[in-house]
Every structure is written in C-alpha cells, then in structure tokens.
C-alpha cells in the first residue's frame, strides 16, 4: 500500500511565479487536505477537499486554490508567489468521517 | 493567537527513561486531540490519538492523557527509545462542530540519549 505520495519533493520558485503541487492519497482516501508548514512553526490548515469540492478552508489568501480530481488526487496551486511562501507543503487523507489523517512526505518550496 | 501551544521546544531523556511532552489547548470546542511524530525529510506519522470523551488513551510503549478541566494533554513514552528521538506534533480537532481541519502545535524535539 502506497501511502500518501506529494510531487515534486522540493521545488524553487521566482517571486511572482505560480507553482502546482500534486497529491495522492492513500488507497482507499477519498478526502484530502492540504497544510503549510513553516519553519520552527507546526502545520497550519490551508484547505479541504471532498467529493471535488473544497469542503472547509483555513486563513490563506485567494492565491491559495486548489483542486481534487475524480481519482480523489489533488492539486494546490499558489499565484503571485511571495518570499513568504517559501515552506514545507503537506498533503494528509483521510475517509471523510475519519479524524486520523495519514501525511505524505511534502513538498519542500522555496521562493527567491 | 495559538489555540495550541507546546511550552517546551526541545526535551532530552536517558534511554529506558520516561519522556513526558505536554500540550496545552485554548478552544473548548476541540473534541479530539491526536499525536504525531517527524523525522527530518519525512511527514507527520499518526501516533496517538484521543478523544474527549476519555481521559487514557495507552498503545504499547505510548499513553496520552487529557485533563479537559485543565485543557491539557500529554504524551508519555515508556520505556523511551533513540528512535524515538524525533519532533512530536500535538493536534486538536473540533470535530463535533462538523469541522475535521487539525490545529497544531509548534512541536517539541525529542532526543533519546543512550
């Protein structure tokens, strides 16, 4: 069983760019979030999707969006990147009704 | 304002010791509280977890305890291993408000001496 799978694991981005981060969740997942975790800092909640829709969002700005597709693997798209952006991006699944989420690796992005 | 809050940002504890890393929450409606450990280059692994309606929660060497009274929880190892040595995560959910997003906390690094 292939846990959770985050691409690309590290990633560097120009200020103003956009970027994509990919997500699949572990088998059997249909409902994924997304966190950002600075350093020294703990994960912070972007947002949740299931059933393709964003179920719950935290405090980031619009240039947060994301996606989920119809195979439950999901996208986090950042506009207008910031040098504060720079962090490790965390992808967890779950079942919807399931508090234990299960984490993939995460993407380790930097913007210069 | 951190709803979550680890006082302690790094503990160190002899191999076969007890390691005892605490938690403290601020929202009343947080109805379930999980555990996870890091390691450097991994992502949060799932340790433990509890809910409110408990106080004990014990899987092998790890037992979380919660104090809802005190709004305080914690983790404690035994008999502590070097593995073990890592950042551990406390987290809260409020999940009876329908909501399932975690807070957490800003991590305590743990290092197991041999």
């Known amino acids: 069983d292939a846990g959770v799978t985050q691409s690309p694991t590290h990633l560097i981005k120009t200020r103003g760019q956009q970027v994509t981060l990919r997500c699949s969740p572990k088998?059997?997942?249909?409902?994924v979030s997304w966190y950002q975790q600075a350093l020294g800092q703990g994960p912070q909640f972007i947002f949740q999707?299931?059933?393709?829709?964003?179920?719950q969002r935290g405090n980031f700005p619009d240039r947060f969006s994301g996606h989920q597709f119809p195979n439950y693997s999901s996208e986090l798209n950042v506009n207008a990147l910031l040098l504060g952006d720079s962090a490790l991006y965390l992808c967890?699944?779950?079942?919807?009704?399931?508090?234990?989420?299960?984490f993939g690796q995460g993407t380790r992005l930097t913007v210069v | 304002d951190q709803q979550v809050k680890q006082n302690s940002p790094s503990l160190s504890v002899q191999e076969g010791r007890i390691s005892i890393l605490n938690c403290d929450y601020t929202?009343?409606?947080?109805?379930?509280f999980l555990w996870y450990k890091k390691y450097p280059a991994e992502g949060p692994t799932f340790l433990i977890s509890?809910?409110?309606?408990?106080d004990k929660n014990e899987d092998g060497r790890f037992t979380v305890f919660l104090n809802k009274s005190a709004k305080h929880l914690s983790l404690h190892i035994v008999p502590s291993q070097p593995g073990d040595s890592a950042v551990y995560f406390c987290?809260?959910?409020?999940?009876?408000?329908?909501?399932?997003?975690?807070?957490f906390g800003t991590g305590t690094r743990l290092k197991v001496l041999a």
């Open positions: 967890a699944s779950s079942l919807p009704h399931n508090t234990e989420a299960f």
């Open positions: 088998s059997g997942h249909d409902t």
């Open positions: 999707y299931y059933e393709e829709e964003e179920r």
């Open positions: 929202n009343s409606m947080f109805d379930y």
């Open positions: 509890i809910s409110s309606i408990k």
């Open positions: 987290a809260a959910s409020p999940t009876t408000s329908g909501t399932y997003k975690y807070i």
